[in-house]
């Protein structure tokens, strides 16, 4: 069983960082990339072969809606760009109350360490189509503040649902990150008569900076996918979009896997380079203990 | 950072407890509000269909269009404002009317006993739709053509055992209309049976110019539009019951039913010269 050993080696180092991180990693590698294309390439040249020669072909269908499930009408950003639109800042939001809650996690006052670790749990185990359902239906569509309405439309009680599940995550990457140095680094701050203040901020904190990146972008990319679950409580995005522009072409069956082909593959043309990128700052941020 | 912690909670609290109670006031509105409030804004709200051609479907530039779609265009002219529409669908159309987000619905929902405790459907319906069959031109007549004859259907779907009981036709049953339909096409069956609305949609889409929809439709269940529920019996109701009416004398909707290629409803005919019928000579 010896050539079985490389193998468990790379295995058990992948679910080390997994544990530690508390996530599966996104391992895109080129040939994914080539998969996704051959399958797009066969399944629309099928659907193009299949449909009936008096109506639009699925290619000129695609091509004529494309815009519309990018961006939508003209002058709007919805479709696509409404999906991306959210991720940004369901992460902007996400990252700044997750790295509050993962410092909680570590403080040295039991309640807010209980308190936090309770949040994140609860958070990190929630299915996010849930946490998603309750933040839309629970927040109401408009606030009124004596005289001045403030609306609130739905991408952005969907990026409030989103970015609870994501808070929680990288509540965990922090943790996760300040536990992975060395005791020894505690240590000798503490000899040089550093402050735990001092230490967390000058010493452990800008280490953990460089191993936090790579799970942080990982995360990112796992948000930008999760995305279309909005659709679902009608927000005007993508995966919205793309059954009204089928609908509006007759829902002829054979353009249901050239559409939503498309939307697999726009999706994976953003997050590849992503990942790659991702893959390459963790190599080059690898920390030798 | 505990003390800073307990201020987050508490403001978070607030803020949901200030956004139930603010849920609630909405609910809460005397009758005419509503009515006031659009007519302030100077725009009025429709929920409609984005996914249901012709009744509203986007046209190529992304723009909702449709049948429904006019006839919000219709009530936001005699209001004397801009009209907004919002995609709506099944599943969320009567939620958005309940919450606000939306002041009228205009969304092919069937009038059902349920439903108008929950939100104002105003009288007179403004359509209906039955159970009607999809057949190659010329095949069928009448039902009772169907007799013996193999016919297509969605599995589970009611309008199965009705042409079975009544008129003893063969249902073959597809899991799903798509499969149906590609049957009809390969000749497993004579008809394809199904809503008269649905059917509609596929002959206007233009992939069955071959076909059509030759029966008398039965079993008719009359579609609603909803006004918020307190506002039923207010100024928004009635103007909403009075605009129907008008509708249907002037035969606003079967001139629609044309514009968007759907096969004329008996019901829109018989309800326009039902009020002819009162009018003077």
Known sequence: ?289 | MKSKKTAILAGVTAALAFGVVATLADQAYAKNDRFKKVLDRGELIVGVKADYKPWGFRDSSGKIVGMEVDMANDVAKALGVKLKLIPVQSSNRMQFLQQGKIDLMIATMSDKANRRKVVGITDPNYYTSGTNVLAKKGVVKNWDDLKGKPVCGKQGAFYNKQVTSRYGAKIVAFVGNAEAKQALRDGKCVAWVYDDSSIMADLASGQYNDYEMPMKTEDDTPWGLAVPLDEKDGIWGNFMSGITYNWHRTGRLIELEKKWGIQPTAYLQTMKKKFEAYQPK
């Open chain 1, 1 to 289: 069983m010896d050539v079985l050993l490389p193998i468990a080696r790379q295995q058990k180092a992948q679910a080390m960082t997994e544990r530690l991180e508390g996530t599966f990693r996104l391992n895109l590698q080129p040939h994914h990339a080539i998969w996704m294309l051959l399958i797009f390439v066969f399944t629309v040249g099928a659907a193009q072969a299949q449909a009936p020669r008096e109506l639009i072909s699925p290619i000129d269908a695609l091509v004529k809606w494309m815009p519309f499930i990018l961006w939508g009408q003209e002058g709007t950003l919805n479709g696509f760009a409404l999906n991306l639109m959210i991720s940004f800042f369901a992460m902007l939001f996400g990252t700044i109350a997750g790295v509050t809650l993962g410092l909680m996690q570590i403080s040295l006052l039991l309640p807010v360490r209980k308190g936090s670790w309770f949040v994140t749990q609860f958070f990190r185990n929630s299915p996010w189509l849930v946490l998603l359902f309750t933040i839309m239906l629970l927040f109401p569509f408009e606030i009124e503040l004596g005289n001045m309405i403030i609306p609130v439309p739905d991408w952005m009680k969907a990026v409030i649902g989103f970015a609870l599940p994501v808070m929680a995550n990288i509540s965990e990457v922090v943790r996760g990150a300040v536990r992975s140095l060395p005791t020894g680094q505690w240590e000798s701050a503490e000899s040089l008569a550093f402050s735990r203040r001092q230490t967390l901020w000058m010493i452990i904190l800008p280490q953990c900076f460089k191993r936090m990146i790579p799970p942080w972008i990982n995360w990112y990319c796992i948000l930008a996918m999760a995305t279309p679950l909005a659709s679902i409580m009608g927000v005007e995005e993508s995966v919205s979009y793309t059954a009204q522009a089928m609908n509006a072409e007759g829902d002829r069956p054979e353009l249901l896997p050239v559409f939503y082909l498309f939307l697999l593959l726009i999706f994976f043309v953003y997050t590849y380079p992503i990942a790659r990128w991702s893959i390459r700052l963790e190599k080059k941020f690898v920390v030798k203990t």
